[in-house]
């Protein structure tokens, strides 16, 4: 069965947490006992089962180190599984994005109807922009506070599509809900019959798995080289493309070609090797090749580069100076970089742009920039490559900034 990530973002107090509850309540994903504690508890409290407070408790739970870990929360439906990848704030979700420590697929964007877009609404779904994080979905929570108002859905919808489109995301659905009572969650709602979208759930089970980019060219970082009895084995993980025995590639930066003589998926030797497989090949003249190189095929390559566009996130206290020395990593490369122009320089909460043609970044701040490396890199835009698309600074063992490529010059 697929297994899909997603992540959940939107102002606070807009039910986020309720939502997380509602879901493993509704697919079943809790066990009896712990529903019928949470019934009684919330019952002592005078209210309904709380959702919210279900997982406090689980989060509780987590603390003393029992069963669910509330920062991958797993559930699934009938056709697939989800991990809901839980960001304590943005500040750890953009970092663990640009870092890949954490790849989410799709994002679920929640707006409470009554309040309408807020600060977080906005601050959140332009990060997710930022990220490239185009599969979304944005449910209007809390209906039931408008008295299930199609007028009011409409409004803040408007509203919500207006802002999204100018920050260039275009959700797949606006599903009215109300996580609390579990409306149109996983079943349709009685209560809101001029809806005639899909439940909350079968939206995401429309949504697509990102597939490993199987039908793009070969992208092939080097990430070592190892000499194993008098062999040299290059060993790395194929991003793009497949990657052939007998196959001539191109080696960048160098742009000497060479032909791949045997492919190792360990522990067995194969013909060929595709997207996401790790792997060590062979190659003719395999002397001239190290970490860092990029393998890719002769009419098709990536771009070689030392000047780029990018959108940075600065996550640092030290502040960020223009034309400062850094060290930057993409994929398996490593250099010296400086930025030479921070075009905007932006608060991240507000998204004001607080300056333009900057000088300095300070923490939390996003800058979009013009970037020069030492030596060229081999890039590609991000939502062409990730991995080749995105960057990060490092200072010391700190990384103190995460990138994402707009634009190659
Ligand atoms: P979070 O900060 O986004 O995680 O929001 P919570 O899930 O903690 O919800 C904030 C408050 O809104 C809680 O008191 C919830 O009970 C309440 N809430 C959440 N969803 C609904 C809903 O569909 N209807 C109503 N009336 N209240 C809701």
New binding site residues.
Partial sequence: MDVLSFVIV?H????????IGRLLYDTGSLPPDKIQEVRKASAGRGRET?F?YLLDHLEEEREQGITIDTTQVFFKTDSRRYVIIDAPGHVEFVKNMITGASQAEAAVL?IDVAEGIKEQTKRHSYMLSLLGLHQVVVVL??M??VGFSQERFDAVKKDAQQWLKSISIEPFFYIP?????GDNIAAKSDKMTWYTGPSFLESLDSLKNAQPPQDKALIFPVQDVYKIDGDRIIAGRVEAGVLRANQLVKVLPSGQTTKVTSIQKFPSRVELAVAGESIGITTEDPLFLDRGDVLCTPDAEPTLTDTFDATIFWMSKNEFKKNKKITIRCATQETTAKVERIDSRIDSSTLDILERDAGTLKNLEVGQVTIKTKAPLVIKSFNDVRELGRFVFVEGDNICAGGIITCDK
Wanted: no cysteine; aromatic share 0%.
């Fill in positions: 939107g606070v107090d807009h039910g986020k947490s309720t939502l709380e919210a929640i929570n809390k039931d506070l809900i109300s996580a609390i009572n």
